[in-house]
């Protein structure tokens, strides 16, 4: 994965005994209202190794063209455009492709059509989960990033309402949801990506929530591994918390979404929510 647009960060305070850096320490607390959740890779590890099938897809597409550039140097450029718009919808990222085709000279499909590609060979790789999930064949906490469902029953309880926005397709967002068991926490505030691109964004959703509530900045609070429910959050003034998982199960943070977050603006980083209890404590959450 390309690090090279972001910068890397030095280790800043960490609440004592714990995993959790305090990015900026001077955070507002105790005024947490509404949270709004990323989908993938923050609570739901069933897409985990997405990239490892929509960048091999969209070099191969590129390669098709004959340019005699090589896979090498498609699998770099691929990969620095796919991973700038992950947290966006997906169809960003094949609107992207569709204009490196058109770059060379060949006659691009619609970008809903690659999205539909995509999409199938995914559906080849988490199809058994879902279907193992859906049968109860396979344990919801197989697919929940750590210490998810404390986080949110602590958050049920205080009466904190909770919203899961996400750049996957809505359908996909409500049944994987399901599935996980994560569908009481959120009731109707579910959000995902639409074929009419330009009427969703998690920008979008966000500022409606703030509209709808009368919300004023540490009210809100968002929690994601991407940065645009970071960048999101901050630009009304809310509190952000990044979820730099290690979605390959391992219980180190990812380094590089680390400096991604900061750099986003999030305000405390954690690798997952095994330290749910603490966070909350932290954020003050009764």
């Given amino acids: 994965m390309d690090t090279s647009r972001f910068e890397t960060y030095p280790r800043s305070q960490f609440l004592p005994d714990t995993d959790i850096e305090l990015v900026h320490p001077d955070t507002v607390r105790g005024r947490i209202q509404h949270c709004l959740f990323d989908f993938d890779g923050t609570l739901s590890l069933i897409r985990a190794g997405w990239q490892d099938v929509m960048i091999p897809m969209m070099v191969q597409v590129l390669a098709d063209i004959g340019t005699g550039e090589t896979e090498e140097e498609l699998a770099a450029l691929v990969t620095e455009f796919v991973t700038r718009l992950t947290g966006k919808q997906t169809i960003y990222q094949m609107i992207e492709l569709a204009q490196q085709v058109s770059l060379r000279g060949a006659a691009p499909l619609d970008p809903l059509e690659y999205k539909r590609q995509y999409l199938d060979l995914l559906w080849e790789r988490i199809g058994d989960r879902v279907r193992g999930l859906e049968a109860g064949e396979l344990h919801p906490e197989a697919y929940l990033v750590p210490g998810s469902r ?7 309880a205080a009466g ?24 009481p926490y959120f009731g109707d505030h579910i959000y995902g990506a639409l074929d009419d691109y330009k009427s969703f964004s998690k920008k979008m959703v966000i500022e409606r929530i703030i509209q ?7 009210e809100f609070c968002a929690w994601g591994d991407g940065y645009v429910e970071i960048e999101d959050a901050k630009a009304v003034g809310g509190v952000a918390v990044g979820v730099a998982t290690d979605e390959t199960g391992g219980r180190q943070l990812n380094e590089w979404k680390r400096n991604r977050l900061i750099q986003a603006g999030a305000d405390l980083i954690i690798p997952d929510f095994r330290e749910a209890d603490a966070v909350l404590d932290y954020l003050g959450v009764p």
């Fill in 150 to 156: 404390r986080l949110l029953d602590r958050l049920a």
């Fill in 160 to 183: 904190v309402t909770m919203y899961l926005a996400s750049g996957t397709d809505l359908p996909y967002v409500q049944n994987e949801a399901r599935v996980l068991g994560l569908t």
């Fill in 212 to 218: 709808q509530h009368g919300l004023h900045g540490p």
